[in-house]
């Protein structure tokens, strides 16, 4: 059964960091693109961030470039998403998720991704 577990949110000031994690098992995604999405009340899921299968690229929303970085590590099965200087907008319920196609690129529509977390809360105050 493959499963992909979020950790790491919570309530932040404004300004502040989190560190997400997303833990994978059942299965290896060593080889398949991960990304990171959001979704605030009211709105549709929308891309965060992703990471090539191999690491080396990775790809942000305007909104979060800059502040936001996204890494992997293959040993542990693991996608991080650092986020710094966090606003008020960026409160929602983030999403890790794992791309379909082994050796594929990173997809910045939520169809590009088979595999889900139940999601972590991420609260910024003001």
């Known amino acids: 059964q493959v499963q992909l577990v979020e950790s790491g949110g919570g309530l932040v000031q404004a300004g502040g960091s989190l560190r997400l994690s997303c833990a994978a098992s059942?299965?290896?995604?060593?080889?398949?693109?991960m990304g990171w999405f959001r979704q605030a009340p009211g709105k549709e899921r929308e891309f965060v961030a992703g990471?090539?299968?191999?690491?080396?690229?990775?790809y942000y929303a305007d909104s979060v470039k800059g502040r936001f970085t996204i890494s992997r590590d293959k040993a542990k099965n693991t996608v991080y998403l650092q986020m710094n200087s966090l606003k008020p907008e960026d409160t929602a319920v983030y999403y890790c998720a794992a791309s379909r196609t082994q050796f594929g690129s990173v997809s910045m529509l939520p169809d590009g991704y088979d595999y889900w977390g139940q999601g972590t809360r991420v609260t910024v105050s003001s």
């Open positions: 059942g299965r290896t995604f060593s080889n398949y693109p």
């Open positions: 990471i090539s299968w191999g690491g080396s690229r990775t």
